[in-house]
């Protein structure tokens, strides 16, 4: 998930453990809790941005991580904050929360979350949410507001920080319910239209949980069938585009250390293209942005492979052929159902 939203979730955790003992400031050190995971993003001082993608996410956002550095954090700070009373005991309860929420939330998206580092590189990722999704994150951080802004012990600073953790918890509820009744459609319409799905997976579309997305590989392992599926759809006919992978295009770069790394990280989902001389390579796991009017929609993971490019934000640089506010609009008309 976005960094946001972390911020947002540990706060509320910070408030529930230590609020009553230290107020406010328990709130800057949830916040800080369940951040520690993402502190991953330095390594990339001294990575290549393909590197990043699999150092992202990886033993920092694992078990062994949090049940080492949970009492090891905890310790500290009740050595640092002798005076404010809190036990080693509530300071390690925070901090493993804090990290443990980080990675489950992670592991719902997409992306694959390296639970089992650095024993197995094993991605976990359910595809349940977005990686920014606004129907979770908006709600929470203006009942985490008013929660900040309510005096220190008040009625009030508890009660709305508890609707903000079960309005955010009945939310994820929400989506993996969601994702099983998606599932159930899709493979309907899979059967129906006689192609291949043994290994089609449904994910969420950009920022939101009620426009689908539906993939799978060709019989011949070289290009995907992908279709869109709303929840508000009257047409229950789901139309799949056969997209190539396009492996032709990277030939000219088969001793690139990157393409071993980013095949890898895509878990095989990518397809290639070509804008204006730039070679792309594209992981179709994030959806497509207007896919669902166009097949040719642009990818919001887009890795650009010429030399020296810089790729430090391929998960947000999809190169759209429309303008973002266009893109948008595409996108609420579609998730309203056809």
Known sequence: MDSLTHIVLGAAIGEAILGKKIGRKAMLWGALADTIPDFDVFASCCTTDAQQLLVHRGVTHSFFFILLMAPLLGWLFSKWFRKSEVSWKSWTLLFFLGMFTHILIDSLTSYGTGWFEPFSSYRVSFNTIFVADPFYTVPFLIC???????????????????????????????????????????????????????????????????????????????????????????????????????????????????????????????????????????????????????????????????????????????????????AFASLVKRVKGK
Request: hydrophobic share 35%; glycine share 4%; net charge positive.
């Open 144 to 326: 985490v507001l008013i929660a900040l802004i309510a005096k220190n012990g008040s009625p009030k600073r508890t009660r709305w920080n508890k609707i903000g953790l079960w309005m955010s918890s009945l939310y994820l509820v929400f989506t993996i319910v969601n994702k099983g009744y998606v599932y159930t459609t899709m493979k309907s319409a899979f059967e129906e239209t006689y192609l291949p799905y043994a290994d089609f997976t449904v994910t969420p579309t950009p920022l939101n949980n009620f426009l689908w997305m539906s993939y799978c590989k060709d019989e011949l392992n070289q290009n995907f069938y992908i279709g869109y599926y709303s929840i508000f759809d009257k047409d229950m006919n789901i139309k799949f585009n056969r997209i190539c992978r396009n492996d032709s295009l990277l030939e000219q770069f088969k001793n690139d250390e990157s393409i071993k790394i980013l095949k890898q990280f895509s878990k095989g989902y990518y397809v290639i293209t070509m804008v204006d001389s730039s070679v792309y390579f594209n992981d179709i796991r994030f959806g497509q942005m207007a896919g669902w009017d166009d097949t040719d929609g642009s990818f919001p993971f887009s890795y650009r492979l010429n030399k020296n490019a810089d790729n430090s934000t391929a998960l947000n640089r999809g190169k759209f052929k429309i303008s973002l506010s266009e």
